[in-house]
């Protein structure tokens, strides 16, 4: 059973990301092509930051009723919204730094909700991971790039520059992902590392890592 602190910390990780989101949403709205809030939905869902927010908020807000993922499933998503945070912070951070309600929006998605989901995962996740789960959160980051790829060639936009078919080429796009992947995988070798060194230490850890997710 999840400890209620827990499930307040979980709650209000869910509750950065939705409010990130729609404070998102609430901006755009300054735009007139985007009057409607299905057109603010569907630039937003160009994004690896809205969509992994958006499966963050989710994930927590079951943990905070007392629906909890499995161990698999859960450390993928902390290790997906972590490189979110870590990717923005090394290579999109604007020249020119934000203000007002932009700040804020920009604050909760790419720093509070990664930072809080790792503390939370650190603190009350489970650790019964293994190797075998690594291929398949890589299944996340690749198949937001074919998305963007294909959302990229319809319209001409692409939402992140290494996706660029149209400045960088297929060659040099399929290695930028190839690249991506690698530090995704990197990220994960790390969660599995880090998981196993807090099983060693957690004697009510130290269960057989189940067969799936």
Avoid at 96 to 114: A, I, M
Avoid at 150 to 179: H, T
Avoid at 192 to 206: E, S, V, W
């Amino acid at each position: 059973m999840t400890p209620p602190l827990a499930r307040a910390a979980a709650a209000l990780i869910a509750l950065i990301a939705f409010a990130s989101i729609y404070g998102q949403l609430l901006i755009m709205g300054a735009q007139p092509e985007l009057g409607s809030v299905l057109a603010r939905l569907w630039v937003l869902v160009r994004f690896f930051t809205i969509l992994t927010n958006g499966v963050t908020g989710i994930a927590f807000a079951l943990i905070a009723l007392g629906r909890r993922p499995g161990d698999g499933w859960l450390a993928g998503i902390v290790l997906s919204i972590a490189m979110v945070g870590g990717i923005y912070h090394t290579l999109l951070v604007p020249d020119t730094p934000l203000t007002g309600p932009d700040f804020w929006t920009d604050l909760g998605y790419h720093t509070l909700v990664p930072l809080g989901a790792v503390l939370w995962w650190l603190i009350w996740g489970g650790k019964a991971l293994s190797l075998r789960m690594l291929p398949v959160w890589l299944i996340w980051p690749v198949a937001y790039c074919l998305y963007a790829l294909v959302r990229g060639q319809s319209d001409g936009i692409y939402p992140y520059f290494f996706l660029d078919l149209g400045q960088y080429g297929v060659a040099q796009v399929a290695l930028n992902i190839v690249g991506l992947c690698v530090a995704f995988a990197l990220g994960g070798l790390v969660l599995l590392g880090i998981a196993r060194l807090m099983r060693g230490l957690d004697p009510d850890q130290r269960r057989p890592s189940p067969p799936a997710l």
